[in-house]
């Protein structure tokens, strides 16, 4: 059902309904039916809403009145019953209960839940207990955003934000490893799409930019530290970094590209781009992010900013953790894997690292 017709202007997007929805119906109505009960709320989880990309084609499906609503695990079920019962059939002319895209049965996307059951369904464990390696490798970056992104409306007992502190932004040991990471990424394949291009094989090379492009970009958000979202949102969100301009400059010469000197222009650029902000941050001090790869006509990252990255972990763990596998999204881009923190989890557990803090 196409619900965009009606919105009023002052809820033209799901964070300003969200936020109406709680202040004028939800939270009256809990006031009045369970006073005194402590309910944290917000827009938190999935939806192009909680990233604040959502505008009218959002829509058509699994858009409208969503809210988050965390309380103690006691008053789970009465909360979820009363609002069961007593939410009215509309809220500012729009259903307070459809059904989202695969469902047949209309209800309410009020997600009733408590901070841990909550932290759990989107990354698996609770962040505030304590985070391991493993469970910092199987943080996709937008399982991190579904917790952290949205707007928190009230919080009378802190606990959503310990959760969102706490799942900031990796510790500096791991921050350094996923770096490396994406830098060995980077040489495992740039070489690759002079090749193709050598032999005559032009898809093949723009396809291996293509590539490159997309980790490029993942180091330009690692390198300020912000997590990044699925497919969908991750050239949007790329653009809002304050890096994003020349560097998204040169990407856009990459995958414009129609010869192989063009494409090595522009990857040489933006990485050098990205090299000078990593040097700033005193995580490296290497002059020049490409250098030839052996006597070849081709590039290939400075191994020493690899070799750098590494030499400043302290975390005997993290020292540990085999060289160019990273985090989860490093890993694989399979969406099945992806949107199951079990999935991922299992995906990067596989040299038992268990829940040791780094």
């Known amino acids: 059902m196409d619900r965009g017709a009606d919105v009023p202007e002052d ?5 300003l309904l969200s936020r109406a929805y709680f202040d004028d119906l939800v939270a009256p109505l809990l006031a009045a039916r369970l006073p005194g009960l402590p309910v944290a709320a917000g827009r938190l989880g999935s939806g192009s809403d ?71 369904s989107r990354l698996g464990f609770d962040p505030r207990a304590g985070i391991g390696v493993d469970d910092w490798l199987s943080v996709s970056g937008q399982a991190a955003l579904e917790v952290t992104a949205g707007p928190v409306f009230t919080n009378p007992t802190g606990e959503l934000e310990a959760l969102r502190r706490a799942l900031a932004w990796y510790p500096d040991d791991l921050w350094r490893y996923v770096l ?61 970094l304050p890096n994003a301009g020349p560097v998204g400059e040169s990407i856009d010469t990459v995958l414009d590209a129609r010869d192989l000197p063009t494409r090595h222009r522009g990857l040489r650029h933006a990485l050098q781009l990205l090299l000078d902000q990593q040097n700033a ?41 085999p060289r160019g596998r990273g985090s989860i999204e490093q890993r694989t881009d399979n969406v099945a894997v992806l949107t199951n923190p079990k999935a991922r989890r299992n995906a990067v557990d596989e040299f038992g690292h268990g829940r040791t803090t780094g």
């Open 180 to 240: 490396a990471c994406d830098w060995e990424r980077i040489g495992q394949e740039l070489p690759l799409m002079g090749r193709a291009a050598e032999v005559g094989d032009d898809t093949g090379s723009r396809i291996i930019a293509a590539r490159l492009s997309q980790i490029v970009m993942h180091l330009a958000f690692l390198l300020e530290r912000t997590w990044p979202p699925y497919e969908k949102w991750f050239g949007s969100r790329f653009a809002q």
């Open 11 to 15: 809820a033209a997007t799901g964070i």
């Open 50 to 120: 909680v990233l604040g990309f959502d505008d009218a084609v959002s829509r058509d499906h699994d858009w409208g009145l969503r809210l988050s609503l965390f309380v103690p695990a006691d008053a789970v079920a009465d909360v979820s019953a009363l609002l069961d019962h007593d939410l009215p059939d509309t809220f500012r002319g729009l259903p307070t209960r459809f059904a989202f895209t695969g469902e047949s049965h209309a209800h309410h996307h009020v997600e009733v839940t408590t901070v841990t059951e909550f932290a759990v």
């Open 281 to 321: 941050l005193g995580l490296t001090a290497v002059d020049a992010a490409l250098v030839p790869f052996w006597d070849r006509p081709h590039l290939h990252p400075d191994p020493g900013i690899v070799t750098q990255l590494l030499a400043g972990i302290a975390d005997p763990v993290v020292q540990r953790l």
